[in-house]
């Protein structure tokens, strides 16, 4: 029995000195790996949404290395689709490019609260670290750096090799993509389908859940009455400072679910 | 590739990158006060938010509600699904099939 007793106690100051090891751990391989492995379910919801991307830019004139160019250079989905229907809409360059700024400008927001984990990080580091800041990644980040060991290193490597699946998907999409028929196997759902998952993950007690429903009204409110894509930026923004004074309001309540 | 394109490309990949970078240069050495890090602390969050339910409950040019769409009718599944599996690849599948099936009924 003794024995028994000294090998479970034993065993428990292992996995103790794991986690630790793991705190510390800036060893490459290892980083690599954790980057890795929390960015494939992105990679996953990026290839059927990339394919479809590549599709619509051959189809609206763009070579593959027009479309991996500008995978590369701007990152951002949505953004990329909507400059896309504008360039086959015969769409202007300053008009397109004045939308890319207004649909991205939440990343303002998202780079912000970033900030908060990336203390001390030189400029170097910092603006290869804001080329990957996409709403994925961003959320992944945001759940690890709260949830567990997690470092900067291990966002980088999340965030690249999210880069390098939209790259790939996007430019395949361009070379195959007429061999995809319009709306096959739902990919037109990939995008949503990982935005509702990514909302799930930030949920954390009552006040969030308020927030979210807040900012969802709102934003379909102010989708409703104005044109263009300022709803977004401008329902998150309210909804945050709305969130901090019901915070402020409900005091020790909500002190006792931020230990949740 | 055409002069053109990669000039537009330039100018989109330009006004991305800064709203990304800016914050985290100013933000990211210094304290913040207390505020301002709860109104971070929700826009996570928030932007989800905002993101997606416009997308499934509205749709058109100009944009009206529409409840009752094979976007939003899915959504709720989903939803059920990433809450109960926290999953985000099996989320992607389970909306893409559920998406596709819903598209052969409403066709």
Redesign the interface.
């Known amino acids: 029995m003794e024995n028994i007793h000294v090998d479970g106690e034993m065993r428990t100051e292992v996995t103790i000195l794991d986690k630790e090891n793991m705190r510390a751990s800036h060893n490459f391989w290892p980083v690599m790996k954790d980057g890795i492995t929390a960015a494939w379910p992105i990679c996953v919801g990026y290839a059927p949404i990339g394919l479809a991307f590549g599709v619509l830019a051959q189809k609206a004139g763009l070579s593959p290395g027009e479309i991996g160019l500008m995978s590369l250079l701007v990152f951002a989905g949505s953004a990329q689709f909507i400059a896309v229907s504008m360039i086959s809409g015969g769409a202007a360059a300053i008009p397109i490019i004045l939308t890319t700024f207004t649909v991205n400008l939440r990343h303002l927001l998202m780079s912000s609260s970033l900030a908060v984990h990336l203390q001390r990080l030189n400029a170097g580091w910092l603006s290869l670290y804001a080329y990957g800041v996409t709403d994925e990644s961003f959320a992944i980040n945001m759940t690890r750096f709260r949830e567990e060991p997690w470092d900067w290193r291990r966002a980088l490597v999340l965030n690249h090799t999210a880069n390098l699946a939209w790259l790939f998907s996007t430019i395949i999409g361009g070379y195959g993509g007429q061999f995809i028929p319009a709306g096959a196997f739902g990919i037109d759902y990939a995008l949503p389908a990982m935005f509702i998952c990514l909302l799930v993950l930030q949920i954390r007690g009552s006040l969030y859940v308020a927030v979210a429903v807040i900012a969802g009204l709102l934003a379909v409110a102010c989708a409703l009455f104005f044109p263009g894509n300022a709803y977004i930026v401008a329902a998150t923004a309210a909804a945050a400072t709305i969130g901090v004074f019901l915070r402020k309001w409900n005091g020790k309540a909500s002190k006792s679910e931020e230990t949740l | 590739?055409?002069v053109?394109?990669?000039?537009?490309?330039?100018?989109?990949?330009i006004?991305?990158?800064l709203?990304?970078?800016?914050?985290?240069?100013?933000?990211?050495?210094r304290q913040?006060p207390e505020?301002l890090?709860?109104?971070?602390?929700?826009?996570?969050?928030?932007?989800?938010?905002?993101?997606?339910?416009?997308?499934?409950?509205?749709t058109g040019e100009?944009?009206?509600?529409d409840v009752f769409q094979p976007?939003f009718l899915?959504?709720i599944p989903?939803?059920i699904f990433?809450?109960k599996t926290?999953?985000?690849?099996g989320?992607?599948?389970?909306?893409?099939?559920?998406?596709?099936?819903a598209?052969k009924f409403f066709h």
């Open positions: 590739m055409k053109d394109y990669v000039l537009l490309i330039l100018g989109m990949g006004v991305t990158y709203p990304r970078w800016i914050p985290l240069i100013l933000l990211s050495r913040l505020w890090r709860q109104w971070l602390d929700f826009i996570p969050v928030a932007v989800l938010s905002a993101l997606i339910l416009p997308a499934v409950v509205t100009p944009r009206h509600l976007a899915v959504s989903v939803f990433a809450w926290r999953s985000l690849a989320s992607v599948i389970i909306g893409m099939a559920l998406f596709w099936i598209g």
